[in-house]
């Protein structure tokens, strides 16, 4: 286990324009929730599809729209990349918004560093489909692309917020039904406490643009509605058995309410004995590598992640 914590220390974070368009961004999608309170979910998911908009777009990677496992997405297709090294990526969004075309261009910047493919999976969103529905799309997702030739060790779970939960709990539950499980996972800011307990939520309430106890609260009512605990495993990865798990790396930033959760990950992953590694951006806003090709704290990041990856293969 590693943990790192230098990400950002002393480079300007908001990149050569001298402006954080993350936290820019997320001010503005804050105000427009405080100010309209009967925001349909079709207007709220319209919003959060600009997610995209600070990310530079990636040169040299191509887009191809696709159906894996039943499951609609996105395949970003770096020029020249292993397509035998794919990235099982689930965008962010509280499991009711976002979506493959908001987090395209993220995806595709880690696929190119990583010399991979990336699909992005345009899984079932809450409230409409509550969980397991996310996870099941994910684990279906794994094993038609194991069944079209992939090895499950070539295939990497990421994820970013909510997707970065999916990234942890999709190997979790491919375990409890005794397949293969890939051969690491990459969570940026995971979003797994569905207690809503996180000492950062309160700590770090002043210097998030974005995420709220009570915007949290409204999104785990969505995805569990009154059937499922917000301590079962697959939905809340705090409670669950890490043993046998993938190598893990995770990010966060420091200014972010949801710094904590990848902590508390850490410390029950490092305790069954799962390689952990952690980078806390210093200063950084939630899901702060969306600023790529804009930001040299994520060049960084994206080097780092880089070097951790060529290191399992």
């Known amino acids: 286990m590693t943990t790192d914590t230098s990400a950002g220390a002393t480079t300007d974070p908001t990149g050569a324009e001298g402006q954080d368009r993350l936290r820019d961004l997320y001010a503005d999608w804050s105000q427009i929730i405080a100010t309209t309170p009967d925001l349909s979910m079709r207007l709220f998911r319209a919003i959060f599809d600009e997610w995209h908009q600070p990310t530079v777009e990636p040169e040299g990677v191509t887009y191809r729209e696709d159906t894996v496992g039943g499951v609609p997405g996105i395949w970003c297709l770096p020029v020249g990349a292993d397509e035998s090294q794919v990235l099982l990526y689930s965008h962010g969004g509280g499991f009711a918004v976002g979506s493959a075309a908001s987090h395209r261009k993220l995806a595709a910047h880690v696929a190119k560093t990583l010399g991979a493919v990336s699909f992005v999976l345009d899984y079932r969103r809450a409230p409409e489909h509550p969980h397991p ?46 397949k293969p499980t890939p051969g690491q996972v990459i969570a940026f800011s995971p979003w797994v406490d569905m207690e809503n307990k996180g000492e950062t939520l309160t700590s770090n309430n002043d210097t998030d643009a974005l995420i709220t106890r009570e915007l949290l609260e409204g ?21 669950a058995d890490f043993t046998g798990f993938p190598r893990l790396y995770m990010n966060a930033g420091s200014a972010e309410a949801l710094m904590d959760n990848a902590h508390r990950i850490e410390e029950r992953a490092k305790a069954a004995g799962v390689d952990v590694t952690l980078s806390i951006g210093e200063g950084q806003q939630h899901v702060f590598p969306f600023l790529a090709g804009r930001s040299t704290v994520v060049d960084q990041e994206l080097s780092r992640i880089s070097d951790w990856y060529r290191q399992g293969r």
């Open 219 to 239: 999104m785990i009512a969505g995805v569990l509605g009154e059937r499922v605990a917000p301590t079962t495993p697959l939905a809340n990865p705090l409670y």
């Open 133 to 178: 529905a996310q996870v099941e799309d994910g684990v279906a997702v794994f094993d038609a692309l194991v069944a079209s030739g992939i090895e499950p060790r070539n295939i990497t779970t990421i994820g970013d917020s909510a997707g970065g939960n999916l990234a942890i709990a999709i190997p979790l539950a491919l375990q409890q039904q005794g």
